[in-house]
């Protein structure tokens, strides 16, 4: 899938569970004549087969909240839609929230106040594989980046220093967002058996859940930035 399609308009989906706010960034965005929304709706995992069959370009999603599910949620998106772009709608300047976006794929995070030539210009940067944030997330992205190389050892590396062999084979069923039962079907091994390695390397990476674990052991991506 292209940035655009033949016609040259994009196709937006807006994913927000409050209403007033999806139906104010839809009322911004339909002002442009290349933009078409093409659906609009609260969160619901069972979306994302609306989500493709509306040949989506470029996937709006409210940020607010992101639990671990919720971030898995756009990585299956991108695996599922070829080309497709996920713009993520901040309620405030959220350095967490912002970081789990980008990890779990989201090329763009605006704010709910950005004007309708900022949105716009988001989506369509976005659609041009190129990356978008607020000039005080962007700044924070490079000092996070430049901590992260200072590292000693490097946190990916010490992360995977930690685990096992076993552990370590089980880090990108995770971040591809297998459950237990696949992971177990891949590795033939049990359920349970994938239920106690995962425990042991909550454990050892001092992490809380899945997520926690795909992010210290995995290296942080570089992206080129947009400001807006």
Known sequence: ??????EGVLKIFLIADNRLLREAIAKLLARKGTLQIVGAAPFSPAILEQIIACETNVLLMDSIPVPVWRIEFIREAIRSIAGLKVVMIGMEVDEEMFLRSIKAGA??????DASAMEMD?????AARDEAVCPPRLCSFLFEYVSRQSLLTPN???????????REQQLIPLIARGLTNKEIASQLSISEQTVKNHIHRMLRKLGVEDRLGVVESATEMPALPL???
Do not use: C, D, Q
């Open 1 to 6: 899938m292209t940035g655009e399609t033949a």
């Open 121 to 125: 210009a988001a989506v369509r940067s």
């Open 155 to 165: 946190l990916s590396v010490k992360a995977r220093a930690e685990l096992s062999r």
């Open 107 to 112: 090329i763009g995070y605006v704010l709910k």
């Open 226 to 228: 947009k400001i807006v």
